[in-house]
């Protein structure tokens, strides 16, 4: 067996469920959050350079709850981020327990979170840096950067979505606004460098609204899908002022989700497969079947995903 078959092998044989699981290309290691029986939380590191794997027991017992929420990634070599419900941990390479908060608003309805590579972007708009948890007010940056929408009360209205990814430090915000009197879907990625360096990666309005929003590696096309069932397309369109406004669609089953796209390929979620296609002549190049409801994790041609209860990897 290679170096990864031989080690996701040995880290299967414990037979211990897999909670989340993060793949670090560039130190190749595969990070796995795992339960014992009891469902006391720790972390698996398969290092591939080193061929070996490194088990991380946590210095304060944190517990998975049946139905409750967990994140889970690296933050970087030395270490990771933890949800477990409404509390948040960062966690060194040791198992230790260096910061621990709620992280809540005082109005429980603005605690709605995204988690991204090194932030948390709350919908009061609170920016929460991973490296300390310090809170960053960003009302004053969408009031210099866009002033003909109101974000402060955005959220009472129930006309906004927010997408992101832990993968990257971007946000994609839609808003449902007006153009005189058409509707329209206002459009602004945003690319966070740190609390003080947001940079405005596009924005534009459109009379169109998706669901599923995933942006390609290269920052180049935003791809959705639409939220009427009868619509079986992807929808792709090119991050340019000139060319956003004019989609390309392909056709896809809309029992699927979008989880990844690229130049030739879109990957496709369903409940208990994966499927790989190809873009443009939309052939299945490969057919997963996964356990439902079960982490998964696309990094560098590399799909990791669990089936019956182990882990197990395919390159694309």
Same mark, same amino acid.
């Given at each position: 067996?290679?170096?990864?078959? +031989?080690?996701?092998?040995?880290?299967?044989?414990?037979?211990?469920?897999?909670?989340?699981?993060?793949?670090?290309?560039?130190?190749?290691?595969?990070?796995?959050?795992?339960?014992?029986?009891?469902?006391?939380?720790?972390?698996?590191?398969?290092?591939?350079?080193?061929?070996?794997?490194?088990?991380?027991?946590? +210095?304060?017992?944190?517990?998975?709850?049946?139905?409750?929420?967990?994140?889970?990634?690296?933050?970087?070599?030395?270490?990771?981020?933890?949800?477990?419900?409404?509390?948040?941990?960062?966690?060194?390479?040791?198992?230790?327990?260096?910061?621990?908060?709620?992280?809540?608003?005082?109005?429980?309805?603005?605690?709605?979170?995204?988690?991204?590579?090194?932030?948390?972007?709350?919908?009061?708009?609170?920016?929460?840096?991973?490296?300390?948890?310090?809170?960053?007010?960003?009302?004053?940056?969408?009031?210099?950067?866009?002033?003909?929408?109101?974000?402060?009360?955005?959220?009472?209205?129930?006309?906004?979505?927010?997408?992101?990814?832990?993968?990257?430090?971007?946000?994609?915000?839609?808003?449902?606004?007006?153009?005189?009197?058409?509707?329209?879907?206002?459009?602004?990625?945003?690319?966070?460098?740190?609390?003080?360096?947001?940079?405005?990666?596009?924005?534009?309005?459109?009379?169109?609204?998706?669901?599923?929003?995933?942006?390609?590696?290269?920052?180049?096309?935003?791809?959705?899908?639409?939220?009427?069932?009868?619509?079986?397309?992807?929808?792709?369109?090119?991050?340019?002022?000139?060319?956003?406004?004019?989609?390309?669609?392909?056709?896809?089953?809309?029992?699927?989700?979008?989880?990844?796209?690229?130049?030739?390929?879109?990957?496709?979620?369903?409940?208990?497969?994966?499927?790989?296609?190809?873009?443009?002549?939309?052939?299945?190049?490969?057919?997963?079947?996964?356990?439902?409801?079960?982490?998964?994790?696309?990094?560098?041609?590399?799909?990791?995903?669990?089936?019956?209860?182990?882990?197990?990897?395919?390159?694309?």
């Amino acid at each position: 067996m290679s170096n990864i078959d +031989n080690l996701i092998s040995q880290s299967n044989s414990n037979n211990f469920k897999i909670i989340k699981l993060d793949y670090i290309p560039e130190r190749q290691q595969i990070i796995l959050l795992k339960t014992k029986q009891n469902l006391e939380l720790f972390i698996e590191v398969l290092n591939l350079k080193t061929n070996d794997i490194k088990e991380i027991s946590l +210095n304060e017992k944190i517990y998975a709850k049946p139905y409750g929420r967990i994140e889970f990634h690296s933050i970087d070599d030395e270490n990771f981020y933890l949800s477990a419900d409404s509390l948040h941990f960062k966690i060194n390479s040791n198992g230790e327990i260096i910061l621990k908060d709620q992280l809540d608003s005082k109005i429980s309805s603005l605690n709605h979170k995204h988690v991204l590579k090194n932030y948390i972007f709350r919908e009061d708009l609170e920016l929460i840096d991973l490296k300390d948890l310090k809170k960053y007010n960003l009302t004053g940056f969408f009031d210099d950067h866009f002033d003909q929408y109101d974000f402060i009360y955005f959220y009472f209205d129930d006309r906004y979505s927010i997408f992101s990814s832990s993968n990257e430090d971007i946000v994609i915000i839609i808003v449902y606004c007006k153009d005189g009197d058409d509707p329209k879907c206002f459009h602004c990625i945003l690319k966070i460098e740190s609390p003080e360096n947001i940079r405005v990666l596009f924005v534009d309005k459109i009379d169109d609204l998706g669901k599923y929003y995933v942006i390609s590696k290269n920052l180049s096309e935003l791809a959705y899908q639409k939220h009427f069932l009868d619509d079986d397309n992807v929808y792709v369109r090119k991050l340019s002022i000139e060319k956003f406004k004019e989609p390309e669609s392909f056709a896809i089953d809309n029992n699927a989700e979008l989880i990844f796209f690229n130049a030739h390929q879109f990957i496709l979620l369903y409940d208990e497969k994966i499927e790989i296609l190809e873009r443009y002549s939309n052939n299945l190049l490969k057919s997963i079947s996964i356990d439902q409801d079960s982490p998964y994790k696309i990094k560098k041609d590399m799909l990791l995903y669990v089936k019956d209860v182990k882990l197990n990897y395919t390159e694309f």
